[in-house]
């Protein structure tokens, strides 16, 4: 990756400070914008949206045009990988995603990795059609879930509270579940990979449930396939900024990031401030964290947060972002207020 590339977001994530905290929206693209609505009820179900470049790439860029974000994240879901491995996915309005679950040997010997890339080829045309029709100072962000977190939604068969199915497997199935853990780093890491080779210039692991594991456990199913996928990665694109989004991670963030060598570390809401600006920031670029419901609020719950981040992180190693993705309430003109005062210089 050329490393002088003149884009804000790589810059910071490069290490510069450049006066200012580059931003984007974790769900920037979704249900809250009434131009996704219109694709979304144009492609028919949301894994045809995934799977229709065209479409995909129109709603990655919706955002984008409206409030001028210094990374575009592709629109895709986490559960194109087990779909791709061969597991029925679906996605009921309302109910979220349903999923066969994978609870046996048996259930996990119908998966194979054989199939990954041609059934995943729609989602790396949508990057390549990104990488093109992106304005030139727009970083394009690839992802996907991280192991643990799309383990979860396939033992489970979709949500969880509890996490009691897959998390009893990880302790009484240790090999079946070690088994499609090496399943997943391996589908992951040649899904990452392709991306990139596509024209994704950043990566991002969502491990949305890494706050449900203990220590121990965090350790063997959060850190460990993490640190196989990054140097996995690394190995074949030495630059290639890499931010890890542990979800719920508390303490063990600081664990998380010094082991895993991400570039970027997305924190919750619960994480303070001070803390990650004191504690984060020297092991990597901290992106976070405003509470995604003050968006929802508006006026002075949105800007008096966003403005004491700002003093809190000042614009050194900062990207600012949400703790969590932004919800369908939201109404857009929040969006536009807080995104216009983020694009202002200066902490
Ligand atoms: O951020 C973006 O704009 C890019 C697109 C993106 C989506 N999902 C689109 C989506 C990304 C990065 C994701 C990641 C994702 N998907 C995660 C990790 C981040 C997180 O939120 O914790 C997880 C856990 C999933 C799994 C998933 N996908 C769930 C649980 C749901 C249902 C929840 C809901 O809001 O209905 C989805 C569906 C989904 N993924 C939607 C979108 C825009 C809504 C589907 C629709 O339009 O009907």
Redesign the pocket.
Known sequence: MPAAKNKPFLRVLAGEDIGRSPFW???????YLPE?REV?ATAGG?LE?CYRPDFATEV?LQ?IRRYGMDAA???????VVPHALGQDVG?T??E??KLEPIRSAADLEKLSITGLHDKLAPVYQTVTNLSQALPAEVSLIG?A?APW?VAT?MVEGG?SKEFAIVKKMMMEAPQLFGRLMDLLVEATTAYLARQVRCGAEVV?L?D??AGALDEAAFEQWVIGPTVRIVSALRAEFPDLPIIG?P?GAGILYKKYASETKVTGLSIDTSVPASWAASELAPLAVVQGNLDPVSLVAGGEAMMGRARALRRTFGTHRHIFNLG??IL?TTPPDHVAELSDYLRSAGA
């Open positions: 929206f974790m769900r920037q693209a979704g249900r996704y979304r949301f949206l990655t955002p994240i592709l629109f895709s879901d986490i559960l996605f309005v309302g979220g995603p992802f879930g977190t939604y949500g991002q969502f949305s449930w989004f979800r969590h993705g369908q």
